[in-house]
């Protein structure tokens, strides 16, 4: 189990160093078996070290569970419903200035296209750290890479963590792409 460390402290470094989250944003989770792993509330992401991951029980909720990250509820939801055991929760720049215009993000860039095919944008009362978001954006991604919450930000599941990592980041280059051409 000691590789789910190293990956959840190697994509943090990954989304901060390309500037997908600040100090303080974004969270990440593995699955593994019965436990999920989930990087502490007010972590640095960008500089995570092994204390800064929470190991605690897939199913059910546990007294370390208010050390987490306050997304736990969600990521535990989005495990358990798409059986993706990676989740990644970034706050990306354009991704997040497109989702108050868009209901539907379209990359115009071929890559994007090829990758993300089009990406939901929710709009939520409580678009944090709530059932309501637990709910919506585990049901949007059983059908989708990615889920883009107004306001808030994207989140996105996979069988493992960079491919998670590689989907967000290629949403934000097309997001940038689609902004910078006023679209």
Do not use: W
Not at 20 to 26: E, F, K, T, W
Not at 136 to 164: C, M, N, P, T
Not at 170 to 179: A, N, R, V
Request: aromatic share 6%.
């Amino acid at each position: 189990m000691e590789y789910i460390y190293s990956e959840i402290i190697e994509v943090g470094s990954l989304l901060f160093d390309e500037g997908l989250v600040s100090a303080r944003s974004g969270n990440i989770s593995r699955a593994f078996g019965n436990r999920l792993f989930i990087t502490r509330t007010g972590a640095n992401v960008g500089a995570l070290t092994r204390e800064d991951i929470i190991c605690l029980p897939l199913k059910e909720e546990h007294i370390l569970d208010r050390r987490a990250s306050v997304e736990l509820p969600v990521h535990r939801r989005i495990i358990l419903e798409t059986k993706k055991p990676a989740v990644v929760h970034a706050h990306s720049t354009y991704t997040l200035l497109l989702s108050y215009e868009k209901e539907l993000i379209q990359p115009v860039d071929s890559e994007g296209r090829e990758i993300l095919g089009e990406v939901p944008v929710l709009e939520l009362n409580k678009p944090s750290a709530s059932e309501e978001l637990a709910r919506e954006a585990s049901r949007a991604l059983k059908d989708f890479h990615l889920v883009v919450v107004r306001g808030h930000g994207v989140f996105s599941s996979a069988d493992e963590l960079h491919r998670a990592y590689s989907f967000i980041s290629t949403l934000e280059h097309s997001c940038k792409i689609l902004f910078l051409r006023g679209s």
